[in-house]
């Protein structure tokens, strides 16, 4: 696989737009204490004819995100789509409000507009994305998520996924009917609880951390979650300088079965 590609401070990839097989972007961002390394990656896997998730990283903004949509054969791709684009724009907008609200109004936003495009466009009824944001500010990370894509924090040599799961088998795994091995088998591990878009109304979780240096930060899809155990994914990212690449190759090992894409963040002193 070849390395990242020349650093950007803006990229938005979108799957209805590229079908090549793997994109590779990284770039660097401030939060005025704080550097950020970032990379993305996405790649179609190997059983897919469409690449439906999509991905920002906003280097002005220090805001990433990642979407990974469904509904049919276009409504996935849209839906994703549609979501990295009006969350950006809502929040670069109104950066005047408190980062938490200004993340929840960009989702409930986000969500409204995709709902009513669904609704009007009968091909798209049904289209929903998940989405899981990442925004900087000083030493403060603010999390927006639905649905089953993830974030995760690597403090070495600790790991934690910092979201929770919108989907049936987690509400399962919650309520201590099923483990999480039992989980990553299950012929229901793909059914959302919650998207973007499906409904008219949504509930986003937020989540805080006060970022240190040394601290890695993973966005993913569930096309990396799910063949590649969490071990593996620190493993990688605490030992390979480009980690992107090799969680990509990864998943491809675990089977490839689904779209994947990941952008990792490498927070550093100034």
Request: charged share 20%; proline share 3%; aromatic share 6%.
């Amino acid at each position: 696989m070849a390395g990242p590609k020349t650093q950007r401070q803006v990229c938005f990839w979108y799957g209805a737009d590229m079908q090549a097989t793997t994109s590779f972007h990284s770039g660097t961002c401030t939060t005025g204490e704080l550097l950020v390394n970032f990379e993305a990656a996405t790649d179609i896997g190997l059983k897919r004819s469409q690449n439906q998730d999509s991905f920002c990283t906003v280097g002005a903004l220090c805001l990433f995100a990642v979407a990974d949509g469904m509904g049919g054969h276009q409504g996935g791709e849209i839906a994703s789509t549609m979501a990295i684009t009006l969350v950006t724009e809502y929040i670069q907008n109104h950066q005047e409000s408190e980062m938490k609200k200004n993340i929840i109004d960009a989702f409930l936003h986000t969500n409204r507009v995709i709902y009513e495009k669904s609704r009007e466009t009968p091909e798209l009824q049904g289209m929903g994305t998940t989405m899981t944001l990442a925004l900087i500010r000083g030493r403060q990370l603010i999390i927006g998520h639905v649905g089953d894509s993830r974030c995760y924090l690597f403090k070495p040599p600790l790991y934690w996924q910092l979201t929770r799961d919108h989907s049936l088998v987690q509400e399962r795994v919650h309520a201590g009917l099923m483990t999480r091995a039992e989980a990553k088998t299950d012929s229901r591990k793909n059914v959302l609880s919650r998207s973007v878009g499906f409904e008219p109304h949504v509930i986003i979780d937020t989540y805080e951390y006060k970022l240190s240096p040394g601290d890695r930060i993973l966005l993913c899809s569930d096309g990396l979650s799910g063949p590649v155990d969490d071990a593996a994914m620190n493993k990688i990212i605490q030992t390979q300088e480009h980690s992107t690449p090799a969680l990509i190759q990864a998943a491809y090992e675990g089977g490839g079965g689904d779209n994947i894409s990941c952008i990792v963040l490498r927070i550093e002193s100034i």
